[in-house]
Nanobody
Framework: VQLQACGGGLVQAGGSLRLSCAAS????????MRWYRQAPGKQRELVAS???????TIADSVAGRFTISRDNAKKTVYLQMNSLKPEDTAGYYC??????????????????WGQGTQVTVSS
């Protein structure tokens, strides 16, 4: 199972970016999906999460500016980031609670991480 994140980049303050995280592999189901971020010298922060049914939770620090969504058919979760601020600069990582299966038909639920995508907001 792999989580592939993309969409980061350099943007001016006030701009927007849309991050994507696509899951691939022998996936039986995708449960909660999350976006975290971590800036140099700071602790990792949970930015947003979304349940399998599509119920989102957004951190107070980004509420009103960021939205999370998912496309279950595409096995993809999105993070739409608007009105970006320099303090949003960080590496953004997707995380998922997935149930996978192997060639023997066995199922295993686990926690998986994407490789991260860098977001840099200039003032």
């Amino acid at each position: 199972v792999q989580l592939q994140a993309c969409g980061g980049g350099l943007v001016q303050a006030g701009g927007s970016l849309r991050l994507s995280c696509a899951a691939s592999g022998n996936i039986f189901s995708i449960n909660v999906m999350r976006w975290y971020r971590q800036a140099p010298g700071k602790q990792r922060e949970l930015v947003a999460s979304i349940t399998a049914g599509g119920s989102p939770t957004i951190a107070d620090s980004v509420a009103g500016r960021f939205t999370i969504s998912r496309d279950n058919a595409k096995k993809t979760v999105y993070l739409q980031m608007n009105s970006l601020k320099p303090e949003d600069t960080a590496g953004y990582y997707c995380n998922g609670d997935l149930t996978m299966y192997d060639d023997s038909g066995r199922y295993k639920r686990g926690d998986y991480w994407g490789q991260g995508t860098q977001v840099t907001v200039s003032s």
